[in-house]
């Protein structure tokens, strides 16, 4: 989907079983972060950062909306222990939405990347240091996560589809994006 295209749909569940639409959130931006295996430590850091951004999104008056693809317990006690995550979680278990967003899956080049075991270190650092419990591992530990800024029109203004498991999005580039800078 080309920038300045209508975003796909997505209607999808939430944890408690409540469907959410993004024709919800029409007439504000909104960002949309598809999350990786549930013990991705790098989608884990990425929903620390949005967290932190709060204010600022709050001060665009952005929605902010996460997709996973594995069961909610999983994510829970993974990836979003300890957060107490104030946006919206869907869950997308056929991964139809991932696909519908053009969101694929690692292939052997993507366990291969240089960059991804520098990122991994580094990170495997930070924990060590927080002395926090590795993730363990996921079913659909593949699956590819990503970005994405829809503008208050519905149109897709960025977005940043992984090609490994550490190249998220910037928050600087995301904020940007929702108030409608050029990145």
């Keep these: 989907m080309p920038i300045g295209t209508p975003a796909p749909r997505l209607d999808l569940p939430t944890?408690?079983?409540?469907?959410?639409?993004?024709?919800?959130?029409?007439?504000?931006?909104?960002?949309?972060?598809?999350?990786?295996?549930?013990?991705?430590?790098?989608?884990?850091?990425?929903?620390?950062?949005?967290?932190?951004?709060?204010?600022?999104?709050?001060s665009l008056g952005a929605g902010v909306i996460f997709v996973a693809h594995n069961d909610p317990e999983l994510l829970t006690t993974k990836m979003l222990h300890d957060l107490d995550l104030p946006y919206t979680l869907l869950l997308d278990p056929t991964r139809m939405a991932y696909a519908q967003w053009g969101l694929g899956r690692a292939g052997p080049g993507s366990w291969l990347s240089p960059g991804l075991y520098w990122a991994g270190l580094t990170m495997a650092v930070k924990v060590w240091l927080k002395k926090e419990s590795a993730l363990g591992n996921a079913p659909g530990r593949n699956q590819l996560g990503g970005d994405f800024v829809v503008d208050r029109a519905g149109k897709v203004v960025f977005e940043n589809r992984l090609k490994s498991f550490h190249d998220r999005a910037k928050i600087a580039d995301l904020l940007a994006a929702l108030q409608g800078a050029p990145i």
Excluded: K, Y
Excluded at 28 to 44: K, N, T, Y
């Design 15 to 58: 944890p408690s079983g409540e469907r959410r639409s993004l024709r919800e959130f029409h007439g504000r931006p909104v960002m949309i972060s598809f999350l990786g295996p549930a013990h991705c430590l790098f989608c884990r850091a990425h929903v620390i950062r949005v967290i932190q951004a709060r204010n600022e999104l709050d």
